[in-house]
């Protein structure tokens, strides 16, 4: 199973006249990072940067003077993404913005039935919150010292682990089945279902033959009343 963590930075917060300035992401396959990552600054072709967005990405527009256009990336965005499910935190605002990003260009929106939004994850794990991503980092104790600002790639490779311990950790015996994300009308995630099952394969045995033959050795010596041979018997 294919899934990319991924991040949008944009101009501001308005749908209507913001744009992405920055978007990164990294592949996971069977919620294992492959080092595939996808990472762009775009040129948001005349919109302005609002200084409060500004103030949390700290990047301006003189760093996207010569920067592709989101037209120019959008094929290499697609074809990294294809097939994958779309893990994202607060996801109804960066696929609403790639959505405004793919209509200019005449693209299909996104299948909501892609997405994995890790904010609504983590207030059905965690309702008391807080669930910021830092404070996520926090809770399970992944270093996030490097984001003095926001960066989309930053933020997904940190997401990413988060994720992994929001649906289970990177427990051995044990791996997810299946996650199901219902959305509702207007982009929200309505439901969200997660089932584990056992390993489709089981792991190998750690014991070899000589290490039950010395085992069994030793037991024979402790006596007719050794804890090991009702154990073994039971």
Not at 23 to 44: A, D, S
Not at 90 to 118: H, K, M, V, W
Not at 144 to 160: M, V, Y
């Amino acid at each position: 199973m294919r899934e990319i963590i991924f991040d949008t930075e944009t101009t501001g917060l308005d749908l209507r006249d913001d744009r992405i300035i920055e978007l990164g992401g990294v592949e996971l396959v069977n919620r294992f990072p492959t080092g595939r990552t996808f990472h762009k600054f775009i040129n948001p072709q005349g919109r302005a940067i609002h200084a409060e967005a500004q103030a949390v990405h700290g990047i301006s527009a003189a760093d996207l003077v010569g920067k592709p256009t989101f037209a120019e990336i959008a094929e290499e965005w697609l074809a990294f993404t294809d097939g994958a499910r779309l893990i994202a935190h607060n996801a109804a605002f960066d696929i609403g913005f790639l959505n405004l990003e793919f209509s200019r260009l005449d693209q299909a929106a996104i299948d909501p039935g892609r997405i994995i939004d890790t904010l609504a994850l983590a207030r059905r794990k965690h309702p008391m919150g807080p669930n910021s991503l830092d404070a996520l980092c926090r809770r399970y104790g992944i270093d996030n010292t490097r984001r003095t600002k926001h960066g989309a790639l930053l933020d997904s490779e940190l997401l990413a682990e988060v994720y992994i311990e929001l649906i289970g950790g990177k427990q051995a015996a044990l791996v997810l089945e299946a996650v199901s994300v219902r959305m509702n009308g207007a982009g929200e995630v309505a439901d969200i279902d997660i089932s584990v099952g056992a390993r489709p394969i089981a792991l190998p045995p750690r014991l070899s033959e000589a290490d039950r033959a010395a085992h069994a050795g030793l037991v024979s010596t402790l006596g007719e009343k050794a804890l090991w041979l009702k154990v073994a018997a039971g």
